[in-house]
């Protein structure tokens, strides 16, 4: 089962934000994202907050998941009251599998959503799939809806790592995925990649770039296997079936990735992600490595506004619940203090390729950065003019540089 939420204040029952963190709301931003927790059958390696029909239990279904949806927007926009945002820049809607819901479900979240804050005129609307979970139907819905960007789950173009992944697509739907989602109107796709796998040889990585790169997507995200505690996967390398991940093969994966996609015209912004312009970038991704604010609707959904970060109840049941009765579903927030936020803008700026300002580190960070200079962490040319931006040996280890910049 999905690993607990962190402890924190109690959120009051109506949801009630400071007074200070409604004046703040949407300077840098606002987004919303939806968490829909269904899934058809639980991945190896997963531990979201997600659930099949069988661990669903009581109190929830996918039927009435978008009317509990609407009613958390409800009491959204009455926390938020004469303060609203200027616009919503960004939709995101993760899971889970949302379009395991159908389309109409999905749009009308998305109306709801509008109705409420407003979309902006050019406004980012995401969904991510599974490959199995749309069609040329679903897709054409969803696209007349609003939605403008897909993100279809990949993870690789073999099926030995497909299986070992407890994948339900074959090795070649998602590339048929991704030109069903063009037929329909979608000008922005991304295909989301896991290097890293046990028994995933170099071979099978180049191939699964290969397939992304001849599907014509404009975004590839890349992300090592993480083997979390709870997953099927992690009691399977305990019993020793498999060995665990390499930190030299992903390195090496990693390599090869910027290599293949950089020669097929996609930069690097961010750590994992690559795109072939700047407008094909996630823009609701930038909004939270940029500190901007977003309401997080759904079971376990993080929220952040104005300095407050919050999370919803975990399980579908007590979340229908909590919004059916008008309350909160807020299970626990914590006020960030300035230091936490710097110290969060530090962490997640580095990994931009556009980096951050030298001058938000103190004395001890400057003096890190210096070190990472001189250890060919970060680029020269971007020291020189006041940033710290990583090389590529620096993405590799960009936790290390984090460290030396926050000591």
Known sequence: MPGVLPDGEPVPTDGSLPVAARAAVGQRGFGVYVHVPFCASRCGYCDFNTYTASELGGGASREGY??????????????????????????????????????????????????????????????????????????????????????????????????????????????????????????????????????????????????????????????????????RLAARMRRGELPYPSDDVAADRYLAAEAALQAAGFSWYEVSNWATSPDARCRHNLLYWTGGDWWGLGPGAHSHVGGVRWWNVKHPSVYAERVAAGASPGQAREVLSATDRRVEDVMLRLRLASGLPLDVLDEAGRAGAARALADGLLQRSGYAAGRAELTLRGRLLADAVVRDLLP
């Not at 989301?192 to 404009?218: H, K, N, Q, R, W």
């Open 66 to 231: 978008a009317d509990a949806v609407l009613a958390e927007l409800k009491l959204a926009a009455g926390v938020l009251g004469d303060a609203p945002p200027r616009r919503v820049d960004t939709v995101f809607v993760g899971g889970g599998t949302p379009t395991l819901l159908p389309a109409d479900d999905l749009a009308r979240i998305l109306d709801g959503i509008d109705a409420t804050w407003g979309l902006a005129a050019d406004a980012e609307v995401t969904t991510e799939a599974n490959p199995e979970s749309v069609s040329p139907a679903s897709l054409k819905t969803l696209r007349a809806a609003g939605y403008t960007r897909i993100s279809l789950g990949m993870q690789s173009a073999s099926p030995g790592v497909l299986a070992l992944l407890d994948r339900r697509h074959t090795a070649g739907r998602a590339v048929a995925a991704v030109g069903e989602a063009r037929d329909a109107g979608f000008d922005h796709v991304n295909l989301d990649l896991i290097y890293g796998t046990p028994g995933e040889s170099a071979e099978d990585f180049a191939g699964s770039l290969a397939a992304v790169i001849a599907a014509g997507v404009d975004h590839v995200s890349a992300y090592a296997l993480i083997v979390e505690d709870g997953t």
